[in-house]
């Protein structure tokens, strides 16, 4: 069903983006794209547009409230909704940006339906099957350390009203054996397909920290996709000048070497990986390459492309090169890649000039399905 | 029935829920607008309620930004709509499908009694509509009282009149103006369908001449007595002060908008959308002046019928659960229904015991005070009586005593520049009482008023902000001035207090002053403090 709201809706829409009605775009409260909290639960906020009319300003204002505390101590709890009352919506305009605490999955739920990103079509011929549990109901029947507490006492309390044993005045509620609930869980089993993510960078004296920022911000958005995608993903990192070693994540965004940079050393090394680890029937391989471009010679790039031609191109679903732009301008790589590749699917290539960039650059990636 | 109503009617072993909810209703003494419910998917009841509750408002972005918020919060299971109320005449009332039979019992009992609160609290009078759907003069009380509130078609014409201008100007062109407006939105006086129409001035006391008093005197003596000079002098001095007097509008006018539409220099379609947004403005203010009484109204009724009356033993519990989430309360914000409940409660019992009036007043014991007990039996009466004769302010500044406020565990809180954050600040009686009074007065928006139309002699509009402790937020403001010069078409001045100093807030169509007061207006308004 088509509702009407759709029309005032993808009109806000346009606005928050910056289509239509620039000079509303002001007034657009938005905040960090990335804001990882505890394991994997990150706070988007969710775009407001503030009709700035006369009046006063909040901190000024102050309020009144409700509940324990002694004077000094802060205020807790966050504007809160209760039950939706008469004409409610529209006479209230908040005074923060709503946050909403998501997971990684919806996370990438968000960013696929943003970018218009299709699913990826698994290659791996893996017949894995990893099984699960998940909890999914209530049984009587179970293991204490299942016990659900809730459950239980509202079971005992409603035994207590029905049988005329519970006093109002002294409201005390034991459950017995026949009140108690258990959580229950069922098995599922799923096919697994498994995946990986080979991270190479160039570290060399050229990439600075904004280079290496927008790599992380960017790395950060294609694992929340691919792990969207596949449930096994594992992410190797490779860093490289004028020699290529295998690092840690932490190590991968921190390093910074002076030096040449010679490619060819980090797809020899990504190619050893791959021949050790990763068989091409079981896996999705999805090498990533970042660098500014700047290759040692014409010779060591003429070895990159062939090892590409060789052996990377046929084993991996993707083999995606972002070029980042360094203060001492963008290389030649790019486009010797391109004009060797042109017609090759499996090899994508994007441009990244500023942080800007980054989400046409992850949509040039992802955007394929591959 | 609205042909704009959406044709979802309510299942039937509902319908007789309804029916008998509504018996019951009447007979505890509520007195309710015959009610329509219809029931909502979720979406469908999102969007309604991002339309304020209406199934057709004028198209705007606004409408959009509330759907995300509401449908986001809603799919991330952060809150459910339980229920929507329309105030119209049939009253409107949505229930979310899927919503288990406790729950629509539940939401039926307090719709029943918002819908009498709608037709009974003064506040909602202000609401009422004659026959060609303008605004009438709510003290004109018929009787019996049968309103017309039909606001459901009132809004769905507001719509086809911007649509039609949409059409004819382009939509951005008039989505721009409609912004415009609601920027200026909250100019508006609350009590002004209850002040009449303004009486027409006497135009034949402008036609007196001046004369100035003269001593008696002798012939030959009269240019001693009465020098020319000093003749002259006096009368300038009458001139003056008369001249003085002339200023438009002649007593400061609270009503800006309305104002606006009646002097600013606006095309006609921009006179239209004004107007829309002005009406619906007006239609919004009683929900805001009774947001307490009218949530706390309907939890009083919806508890009580439940418990008493439909409820039977084994839903008591689910029951339970969903009100303590209703009446849930957090710091910052006080929860309406939570306050307003207690408060009747108190009033009942206080009213039950005797627990007023001088006696009550002038009894310092507290141990007598504690076992106070009349046996009156008057508690229902006056809470029915405060439902229709206060609105949220004369609620809480005649109802809340020392005593509910420590039971409740009320308390003030205020920004701390040094740890950079809210922190309660006390739980003192009457400063927590002033605190909550000066956030409900005005619906916590500043006052503002048209001063003159004709400032400085040079057709500027000049309006003043009476300051209250509170400065007004200076980017806010600037914009609110930007949108009023659009409406205005000349330069636009706001008289106001920044940092302790008055200043005038100025902007001519190209950029923003902010320059100080006249000397005399200080001086003046420091005599007045």
């Known amino acids: 069903m088509s509702l009407r709201i759709d029309q005032d809706h993808s009109r806000f829409r346009a606005i928050v983006r910056g289509k239509i009605r620039e000079n509303l775009k002001k ?102 099957i990893s099984a699960k549990d998940r909890y999914t109901g209530i049984r009587r029947v179970g293991p204490e350390s299942l016990r659900h507490f809730k459950r239980t006492y509202r079971e005992a309390l409603k035994r207590m009203v029905a049988s005329g044993t519970f006093d109002p005045k002294r409201p005390v509620v034991v459950p017995m054996p026949d009140d108690k ?46 792990q969207s995608q596949y449930k096994g993903l594992e992410t190797r990192y490779i860093i490289h000048d004028a020699t290529a070693r295998e690092v840690d994540e932490h190590t991968f965004f921190r390093t910074r070497e002076s030096g040449g940079t010679m490619i060819s050393s980090a797809y020899k090394l990504c190619n050893d990986m791959i021949d050790a680890s990763y068989p091409v029937d079981e896996w999705n391989i999805y090498p990533f390459h970042f660098s500014d471009g700047d290759n040692w010679s014409m010779d060591d790039t003429n ?36 004009n060797a590749f042109a017609s090759d699917e499996r090899l994508v290539t994007s441009e990244i000039p500023d942080r800007d960039g980054i989400m046409g650059s992850i949509k040039d990636f992802l955007g394929k399905g591959r | 029935m609205s042909q704009y109503a959406l044709k979802t009617l309510l299942p039937s072993y509902l319908a007789r829920q309804q029916e008998r909810i509504e018996g019951i209703a009447r007979d505890f003494g509520l007195d309710p607008f015959p009610t329509i419910f219809e029931i909502l998917a979720y979406d469908q009841m999102t969007e309604i309620a991002a339309y304020g509750g209406f199934p057709t408002r004028y198209p705007h972005w606004r409408y959009g930004m509330e759907y995300e918020q509401l449908s986001k919060s809603h799919e991330y299971g952060l809150s459910k709509i339980y229920e929507m109320v329309i105030n119209n005449t049939p009253a409107y009332a949505y229930l979310l499908e899927g919503n288990s039979l406790v729950d629509q019992k539940l939401v039926m009992a307090h719709v029943y009694a918002h819908v009498d609160f709608f037709k009974n609290n003064f506040a909602f009078r202000a609401t009422d509509l004659d026959n060609t759907g303008h605004l009438t003069d709510p003290m004109a009380r018929p009787d019996p009282f049968e309103p017309n509130r039909r606001w459901i078609d009132k809004m769905a014409n507001h719509g086809a009149r911007i649509r039609r201008h949409m059409e004819r100007y ?48 002798k012939d030959y003596m009269e240019s001693f007595i009465n020098p020319a000079s000093y003749l002259e002098e006096q009368r300038k001095k009458i001139e003056d002060a008369h001249n003085k007097k002339k200023t438009f509008p002649e007593e400061p006018v609270r009503d800006v908008l309305s104002f606006l539409l009646q002097h600013a220099p606006l095309d006609r379609w921009e006179h239209d959308v004004l107007e829309v947004i002005r009406d619906e403005a007006y239609y919004f203010i009683p929900q805001m002046q009774t947001k307490i009484m009218n ?18 033993a084994s839903e008591i519990i689910d029951y339970a659960d969903n009100a303590s989430g209703v009446t849930a309360t957090s710091g910052k914000q006080l929860n309406p229904y939570k306050l307003g409940v207690e408060l009747y409660r108190n009033i009942q019992e206080r009213w039950d015991k005797g627990q007023f009036g001088k006696d009550w007043d002038d009894c310092d014991d507290l141990e007598v005070k504690r076992h106070w007990d009349m046996r009156l039996g008057l508690g229902r009466d006056k809470i029915f009586e405060v439902r229709k004769i206060y609105n949220d302010v004369t609620f809480i500044d005649e109802f809340l005593t020392p005593e509910f406020a420590i039971e409740q565990k009320l308390f003030a809180f205020s920004w701390s520049e040094r740890n950079g954050r809210f922190e309660i600040n006390t739980r003192e009686f009457q400063a927590v009482k002033d605190k909550l009074l000066s956030q409900l007065t005005n619906a916590g928006n500043p006052f503002i008023y048209v001063e003159d139309a004709n400032h400085d002699n040079r057709s500027e509009l000049m309006l003043r902000h009476r300051h209250e402790g509170a400065d007004l937020r200076p980017d806010y403001a600037r914009e609110a001035l930007r949108a009023l010069f659009r409406v205005w078409k000349r330069p636009v001045v706001i008289a106001t207090i920044v940092d302790d100093r008055p200043v005038y807030l100025r902007y001519d169509g190209k950029e923003h002053k902010s320059e100080d007061a006249p000397k005399a207006e200080v001086e003046s308004e420091e005599k007045e403090d």
């Open chain 1, 27 to 128: 007034y657009v409260s938005h905040g960090e794209m990335i804001g990882r909290k505890g394991k994997d639960l990150v706070s988007i906020p969710i775009p407001q547009i503030d009709i700035p009319r006369f009046r006063f300003g909040e901190k000024q204002q102050g309020g009144t409230g409700q509940g324990k505390g002694e004077p000094g101590d802060p205020v807790s709890g966050q504007e809160q909704e209760g039950e939706g009352g008469a004409g409610k919506a529209g006479k209230d305009p908040g005074e923060h940006a709503l946050e909403v605490e998501v997971t990684l999955e919806e996370l990438a739920a968000i960013l696929g339906e943003e970018l218009a990103l299709p699913d990826i079509e698994n290659r791996g011929k893996s017949k894995i």
């Open chain 2, 295 to 312: 949530e706390g109204w309907a939890t009083y009724w919806h508890s009580k019928m439940m418990t008493e009356k439909i409820l039977d």
């Open chain 1, 181 to 226: 609930r258990y959580r229950s869980w069922k098995t599922q089993h799923e096919p697994v397909a498994n995946a990986v993510i080979i991270y190479m960078m160039d570290v060399s004296g050229s990439m600075g920290d904004e280079q290496k920022e927008i790599v992380r911000i960017e790395s950060f958005w294609i694992d929340t996709w691919l």
């Open chain 2, 170 to 217: 382009g939509v951005t062109a008039i989505e721009e103006f409609i912004d415009t407006c609601l920027s200026l939105d909250n100019l508006v006086d609350p009590w002004r369908p209850f002040t009449g129409t303004p009486t027409p001035r006497n135009e034949d006391d402008d036609e007196t001449a001046v004369e100035v008093p003269r001593l008696k005197s």
């Open chain 1, 303 to 338: 070895v990159c492309l062939e090892l590409l031609k060789k052996s990377l191109l046929p084993r991996v679903n993707m083999f995606a090169y972002g070029q980042v732009e360094s203060p001492y301008g963008s290389g030649q790589f790019i486009k010797d890649l391109t």
